[in-house]
């Protein structure tokens, strides 16, 4: 493990209170915006997924009781989650918490950087490979194209959990797919997000709209030495198993939509 003074050391542990610190509530003017964006036309859907190359990662040294490194992201993840009130296991949409995990999500201080892009895919009730290959495009770039499978299956989940919840006759199905990845000696940390347009119809149930996708990709790599350093607080924190974490979604429990559009 690298060697740091105790001046640096202590900044990095403040660095990480004030991560933990949750975010101040709005003021009225931004909670009156709030009230107008809660009109009960969105809900959201959540998938995770763990995958690896077989490639190796250091000791765990200090945080051997996590078992794996997997699990010591899992529970990393889970924290940001916490602090924003994000709920990956629910349905209801909340635009401060969903906004407030990806402020977290994108500042953790055990990540040796942090990497964000967009794609753009359009879509309709027909086509849907572009969303698909809109993420490949962002995804690969961190994980080998056989585990990359596994993400489209998560994909598919959602997309079924969005046709089944129940809504408005329109609606706006907001989705995540959570990434960690093993990938060359090292542990990324990714999510994927996008919103979809969707429309209920009389006999068929909700199907997307033709409409053009913006598919955000954003990703940090796990600072090894600094989780290591960090033990004490880690090991303090609510942990979260690796299988876990990739189960502790509404859409865990989905089937994968099997529909044709994901090929056309």
């Known amino acids: 493990m690298t060697e740091i003074s105790q001046s640096q050391f202590r900044r990095e542990a403040a660095e990480l209170a004030l991560w933990e610190m ?22 959201q859907g959540v998938g995770n997924n763990a995958v690896g190359d077989g490639s190796r990662l250091p000791d765990l040294g200090e945080l051997s009781d996590f078992g794996s490194w997997e699990s ?28 407030e995990f990806l402020k977290k999500f994108a500042t953790i201080p055990l990540c040796l950087q942090y990497t964000y892009d967009y794609r753009e895919a359009n879509i309709s009730s027909l086509s849907l490979k572009s969303a698909l290959d809109a993420v490949d495009d962002l995804v690969k770039s961190f994980m080998s194209p056989e585990n990359y499978l596994g993400i489209v299956e998560s994909v598919k989940k959602v997309g079924q959990l969005a046709l089944s919840t129940k ?12 990434c960690l990845s093993v990938h060359a000696s090292k542990l990324y940390l990714g999510v994927v997000r996008t919103t979809v347009s969707m429309e209920h119809k009389k006999g068929k149930g909700y199907e997307q709209l033709q409409q053009s996708l913006q598919v ?20 303090g924190w609510d942990g979260k198993d690796v299988d876990d974490w990739a189960n502790d979604t509404a859409s865990a429990s989905q089937q994968p ?3 044709p ?3 056309n």
């Open 22 to 43: 949750a975010s101040p509530e709005p003021d009225a003017a931004a909670a009156s915006l709030l009230a107008q964006f809660d009109s009960g036309n969105d809900d």
């Open 216 to 235: 955000y990709r954003g990703y940090g790599v796990l600072d090894f030495d600094k989780c290591r350093r960090s033990a004490d607080k880690l090991l």
């Open 257 to 259: 939509n099997q529909s």
């Open 261 to 263: 559009a994901w090929d």
């Open 167 to 178: 809504g408005q006759t329109q609606k706006n199905s907001n989705q995540q797919i959570g």
């Open 72 to 99: 010591v992201a899992a529970t990393i993840v889970h924290k940001a989650e916490s602090i924003s009130g994000f709920d990956p296991g629910g349905t209801t949409f909340d635009l401060k918490s969903w906004n």
